[in-house]
T-cell receptor
Framework: KQEVTQIPAALSVPEGENLVLNCSFTDSAIYNLQWFRQDPGKGLTSLLLIQSSQREQTSGRLNASLDKSSGRSTLYIAASQPGDSATYLCAGIYGGSQGNLIFGKGTKLSVKP | DTEVTQTPKHLVMGMTNKKSLKCEQHMGHRAMYWYKQKAKKPPELMFVYSYEKLSINESVPSRFSPECPNSSLLNLHLHALQPEDSALYLC?????????????FGQGTRLTVV
């Protein structure tokens, strides 16, 4: 069964810290891994997409990596800000899945001023 | 423009009502999706449309009826819902159904069934 796990479920850090969010997946035949941000009661904002042929992607203060052999992806946030507070979801897409995203349960991040 | 627009943002409906959720994208995407998200849970897939044809129905009750009138629009018709159907309903699109494309989500419709 294809599963995606995110640990920790919640994380609280002081402003300015660099932090890492973890995502693990059970099936190394993953095609893509996508990181999303979700604010309370809102939709999902796509942050980064890593294709299976890539090892990392960067956008501003965000850097996402993908290691298929170990079944892990990380989202690195540099110099965290209170505005980064949100739930971060990772989702995997597998071959033949018709594009269905397999989501982790998310990590709720709180950045304290 | 990477925007998926959903209307309405909030909807309260009785169990005997009929209502519709709407989703629109103008990115030329040929795959569109409906997801349901309960509080503190990840989104769960309901339906997938590929080139305006229904390609996946994840055993969703018939009180939810999807429709894709054209490549830019996706509707979800609701009838005789139950209180447990209250949730955030998310629409998404991607360039095509397949494994190597990025998905974009709308802001969701918060549905409350009373």
């Amino acid at each position: 069964k294809q599963e995606v796990t995110q640990i920790p479920a919640a994380l609280s850090v002081p402003e300015g810290e660099n932090l890492v969010l973890n995502c693990s997946f059970t099936d190394s035949a993953i095609y893509n891994l996508q990181w999303f941000r979700q604010d309370p009661g809102k939709g999902l904002t796509s942050l980064l997409l890593i294709q299976s042929s890539q090892r990392e992607q960067t956008s501003g203060r965000l850097n996402a990596s993908l290691d298929k052999s170990s079944g892990r992806s990380t989202l690195y946030i540099a110099a965290s800000q209170p505005g980064d507070s949100a739930t971060y979801l990772c989702a995997g897409i597998y071959g033949g899945s018709q594009g269905n995203l397999i989501f982790g349960k998310g990590t709720k991040l709180s950045v304290k001023p | 423009d990477t925007e998926v627009t959903q209307t309405p943002k909030h909807l309260v409906m009785g169990m005997t009502n009929k209502k519709s959720l709407k989703c629109e994208q103008h990115m030329g995407h040929r795959a569109m999706y409906w997801y349901k998200q309960k509080a503190k849970k990840p989104p769960e897939l309901m339906f997938v449309y590929s080139y305006e044809k229904l390609s996946i129905n994840e055993s969703v009750p018939s009180r939810f009826s999807p429709e894709c009138p054209n490549s830019s629009l996706l509707n979800l018709h609701l009838h005789a819902l139950q209180p447990e159907d209250s949730a955030l309903y998310l629409c998404a699109s991607s360039p095509m159904v397949g494994a190597r494309t990025e998905a974009f989500f709308g802001q969701g419709t918060r549905l409350t069934v009373v």
